[in-house]
């Protein structure tokens, strides 16, 4: 239990702390105080999972102190209830006995906002990041499928719900990808980037971002988006596709939720038809534009660089020297070829690269 999980902010928790933290919101939750706490994940937020005598079974987030605001917190977990009203496969939101959607938690000296969700029985990701990278996860194409249905769902209900006027969260647009200050960091901060690596990505950052810049932004292409579909995040259960952690949500091209989904597969010797299984679940739910398409690729790299980025400011987490090691220097190359018109290393002559738009 002495384990230490080192938050971005500066500080750092014991899991007894945290353990600590998780127990006292039991009660505001109107769960069971003697319920049965089980250490899940830590990657940017502590999830719990807690069991009451009964079975019945929440999961706790201890959501990271200095990351979201509480205006950012709300937007989150009202819009994952409309989400869910609208019949998208989204965690249900557990309210306080107060009504509220999070609290402020104290315990052992620390405080964190903490909130809850019903427990997603007998499910298990679709994959994590670095089997998946690594070449050992083989999925059949049928799971892009239910992916892409998902996705396409989400899409549909976010456009039906459209954005509120006290929405609070941030903009996966042109600045947000690709300008010169992005959302998850400077992609070139990575320490272990060589010369030119570090040049190319210095050559492509604008390059992308006027082709981003010249996309329509209409409510049909741009609105909101998880942001973050990775296989972490994509729950297989006996239902179908669930998607979890919308930590980093907020408003985007809808077609970046499809290329996360999709990213860590693209060393994947069947990539065609992962690709392609996904853009036809999608397509069974709402159309996919021609534009959208054609800046796949492009949103594929500005997705590569946001892992960089993310793994720069996190200097000696495992997660981000896997990331400096193992993707940093493929994303780099994908940024030489895209600054050189060059189609990416997915694309073959029975997959061709679908027409960039002028940059």
């Not at 007894?16 to 706490?37: I, K, N, S, T, W």
């Not at 932004?217 to 998880?226: A, E, L, Q, R």
């Amino acid at each position: 239990m002495a384990e230490l999980q080192h938050c971005h902010d500066g500080r750092s928790m014991h899991i007894d702390l945290a353990h600590q933290v998780a127990r006292a919101a039991l009660v505001p939750f109107g769960l069971d105080p003697e319920a049965r706490l089980d250490f899940i994940k830590y990657r940017e937020n502590h999830v719990f999972r807690a069991t009451d005598p009964d079975g019945a079974s929440s999961a706790i987030r201890l959501h990271r102190p200095g990351y979201r605001d509480e205006d950012e917190l709300r937007s989150e977990l009202t819009y994952l209830r409309a989400l869910r009203q609208a019949g998208v496969e989204v965690p249900e939101v557990l309210p306080t006995r107060t009504g509220e959607l999070f609290t402020l938690v104290h315990a052992g000296g620390e405080s964190r906002h903490v909130s809850a969700q019903r427990w997603i029985e007998d499910a298990r990701p679709f994959g994590d990041i670095e089997s998946v990278l690594a070449g050992r996860h083989h999925p059949e194409p049928e799971a892009f499928v239910r992916i892409g249905a998902l996705l396409g769902r989400l899409h549909a209900a976010a456009i039906s719900i459209g954005v509120p006027a006290d929405f609070r969260r941030s903009a996966w647009d042109a600045s947000g990808l690709a300008g010169p200050a992005p959302l998850w960091g400077d992609p070139r901060a990575l320490a272990s980037l060589t010369l030119r690596e570090r040049a190319a990505i210095d050559r492509a950052l604008p390059a992308l971002h006027a082709q981003f810049s010249a996309l329509p932004t209409s409510p049909s292409v741009f609105g909101v988006i998880h942001a973050d579909a990775s296989p972490e995040n994509l729950l297989e259960t006996t239902d179908g596709v669930v998607l979890i952690d919308f930590d980093d949500f907020g408003t985007g091209w809808f077609v970046f939720d499809l290329v996360t989904a999709i990213f860590h597969h693209a060393h994947h010797p069947r990539y065609p038809d992962y690709e392609r299984a996904l853009i036809t679940g999608y397509t069974r739910e709402r159309p996919l534009g021609e534009q959208e398409l054609a800046a796949w690729d492009a949103f594929m790299l500005a997705r590569g660089l946001t892992y960089l980025a993310w793994a720069a400011e996190r200097p000696g987490d495992p997660a981000s020297d896997f990331v400096a090691t193992e993707v940093a220097p493929w994303v780099a190359r994908l940024a030489e070829l895209y600054d050189q018109d060059e189609p990416s290393p997915w694309r073959t002559s029975t997959h061709p690269l679908p027409e960039k738009d002028p940059r």
